[in-house]
């Protein structure tokens, strides 16, 4: 009963959900700005409402991330700039859609399946929290390298044509991903004795200028090409729609609360695996994946919303930041004064159900403010070219140089934008680039770390990997993602199984 | 016209008056390291206090990238006319012996140095051992089974545990984070045993009874968590190098003018006055320090020199620390 009051705390209080709808319609906007990020919004927060009473500060946070994380496929659709690392699969077959003149209805389905999984996503941290961080915490390193290689199997699911050149531009991406420190020596490589270079280059800087800033340059190509006009006439999905797709978004939704619980991985990681997951148990989607496939927007769309209440579960009941987000909320709440660690459930059970409450008005704010206001923005499609090339570069420029307030992105991003360029010149993919660049740190670093634990014994490294469950469970997601895609799976067993 | 001339004359002479008068624009604060960590939110709860003194606006952007050093360099490259903040941790002081860049705080002016966090030696509930001694004697009985957590070399854990080799020898094996947050974690999963920590990311995992303290790597016992010994119990040797630990401080360029020095250090002190800010530091589990002048400069030397001899007979400098005249603790 108790829990009852704290969860409806901001929605009868006016000024509370007054927070809350301005923190999701501003996170909306900052999330679909990219370089824009979520954990930069409410790091700035922390010092605009410092003299706040925690509660508004904490609606108006929870409002932005929530937004935010949505916002993120808006720009995806429609200009094929992901506003977020998180919305690179929306991009895969959302900017598809809006190129059939179908972004009003792309943008109408991906709220919709945002907002579901954001309740998912609720639901578990409403009902399962303690367990799920339990659980979450006990990833050994082995493990997050074993779940890093299981991520790069989908540059197979990424790459439509050629495996090798999917191959190609991951291996390019982990390459990419290595520059900088050493995560572990501080040692440089790669650096070439230039500073700017010791973190390494700027993943969403590299996203920025492959997607946006080449996607312009593509569009030279065309501009004689006559607009397309984009119908507006249908953009809530109609009812038979969101029930043929719900079970996809129930599934891509708990891979999106699991990996955003992980304290390693997050909603970026996470939308690209519902996404691969999505494309491997989708028996026949109407249109092809990488064309529009209406169920390659849903899947990364209800991962990432989900993966918001999977960052709050180890946040709100251990004290340990499910992502960089939750990372500043820690932040925040040390600031006003509260103390959260593993007692905060103890000490501040109220925290729990008033962050549940606040998630779950947000989510709502996500669905009216997202379905609002589409008419206009698909219109933005069919701007002509000479406004719309333009546009995308100033976008990709502020955008870039939002990231760090550093210029060197911005070099960095027109470079990975004219290789973009060429890449899709000559067919080769650019989501395995990004997904390489993600994963390499990954890898690099729970390799080393794993290996170090076991004091360079291979040996020992197996012996652990097969007498622990989970890295068992692991390790044959692995083999079976890689044995489905042989011929003899394939051609001979495939079609005798499941005749 | 004369009218006019003379007007002019007074319009410029209040302008070069307010010229005088710092600060007489914006202030830009440069934070070393990223949104959310804890450089970040000490010096965005400090600024809103040192901004009522000053009268001005501090505008705080994050620079984070090379440990710190791209801020550092990046404030050194701009005018010292005291309106460039440097608003840093400890790891400049480094800087020099890990060959990661030509300058440290030595080669600025502190403004403040408002906190200083307390190391410590925390373990996972199922480890063999208890305290200090405890735990050297399992070292030793067991050598190279236990996991240690490290931020990497120079991180405040590969201090504290060539601190410890100075005196006793102890074969672990050693596992690199990035951070103390993602290694504590990791102590909870079983992925290590013991890590060096500063108390105040421990201390509320330690009352919840998720790990245990083993030891404060400091020379007295802490009002946070009476029952813990102190280090210099164990090994009393150590007494030399403490009290250490990673701090938050404010610096401008060398060559700023006095007044703006006086001013910033006014308001600074202030500022880590304010009750908020002492409380936010209490329950973060770091001690107020709240330095300026000649003891922010010995403090920041003395963490130089432990620091600097320790990694270099640890084995891990580049350089010696005597190539940059930094004498021996």
Redesign the interface.
Known sequence: MEALNYFALSWLSPELLALTALGTFLGIYVGAIPGLSV??A???L??FT??WDVNNALCLMVGIFMGGVYGGSRTAILLNIPGAPSAIATALDGYPLAKKGLAGEAIGLSTVMSVIGGFVGIIVLALAAPTISEFA?????RDYLLLAILGLTLVGSLSSGSLAKGLFAGALGVLVGTVG?D????EERFTFGV??L??GINVIAAMIGLFGVSEALHQLHHLDKAIIKQKITRIIPPWADIRKYFPLSLQSSFIGVIIGAL??TGGDIAALMAYDQAKRSTKKPDVPFGHGAKEGLIAPEAANNAAVGGAFIPMLT????GD??T??F??AL??H?L?????LL?EQPHMFWFTVGNLTLANIFVLIFGLTGIRIFSKLVECPKGVMIPLIMLLSVVGAYAI???VIDIWWMLAFGILGYFMRLYNYPVGPVILGVILSKLMD?NW??AI??E?GDMGQFFANLFSSPLSCVLFAAIVLALFTQTPLWTKTLKPRLFR | MKKLILSAFAGLALSSMAMADYPNKDIQGIIQWGAGGSTDTVMRSVAPHAEKVLGADIILTNRPGGVGAIATKFVNAKKADGYTLLMGAENPQMYKVLGLADIDYSDMIPINVMARGIPMLVAQNDAPFNTMQEMIDYIKANPGTVKVGSTGQGGLASIVMAMIESEVDLDVTTVPYNGDGPALTALQGGAIDVMPAVLGAAVQHIKAGRMKAITLVDNQQNAVLPEVAPITETLPSLEKYLPYGPFFGVFVKQGTPDDAVAKLTEAFATGAEAEDFKALMETRGYGIMNLSGQPAVDFLDNYRSVSSWLVHDAGFAKHSPEEFNIPRP
């Open positions: 954990t930069m409410v790091s700035i922390i010092s410092f003299s915490i006990t990833f050994q390193p420190l995560p572990l020596t501080a500073i700017e010791w973190d304290p390693g251990l004290g340990i930041p960089a987000v990372a500043v820690i932040g040390f600031i004064g103390n959260p660690g593993p007692l103890v760090n307030n550093s670093e080393r770390r170090l634990s004091r």
